[in-house]
């Protein structure tokens, strides 16, 4: 049966992180569906299910490696979006964070310094705020 099995999945794409995100979350559809009377989460669960499967048994493997490449690049992106705010956070106390009206780009200045001229480091555009 298994050698069965891995000739029916020669050429198809199988699980991937993406996969077993969706698997995870229409699990999670499946138990929210039993503690509530919403058949909503039972369809979501459903079709979660389905294009989950669809995905695994999918013969075209590029199109599917570009969606999860495209799905871990997000959950890259908001990692670190994650760290940096972990990081901010635990420097508050000493330092005061602003953004550039001009690039956008945030500047750390140390707390506690009065009204100072800050200047971009990007873009060298001044600009007067207190610390």
């Not at 420097?91 to 953004?99: G, N």
Request: net charge positive.
């Amino acid at each position: 049966m298994k050698q069965k099995f891995q000739q029916f999945m020669t050429g198809r794409y199988g699980v991937d992180q993406l996969s077993r995100l969706l698997l995870g979350i229409s699990v999670v559809f499946c138990v929210l569906s039993l503690f509530s009377r919403w058949n909503l989460f039972y369809l979501l669960a459903l079709a979660l299910l389905g294009y989950t499967y669809y995905r695994m048994f999918s013969r075209n493997v590029s199109k599917r490696y570009a969606e999860n490449q495209k799905f871990l690049n997000a959950r890259y992106r908001l990692a670190v979006k994650r760290d940096q705010q972990k990081r901010q956070f635990a420097q508050r106390k000493e330092y005061r964070f602003y953004r550039c009206p001009g690039c956008r780009q945030k500047v750390r200045v140390p707390r506690g310094k009065g009204r100072i001229s800050i200047s971009c480091p990007k873009c060298r555009t001044e600009f007067i705020k207190k610390s």
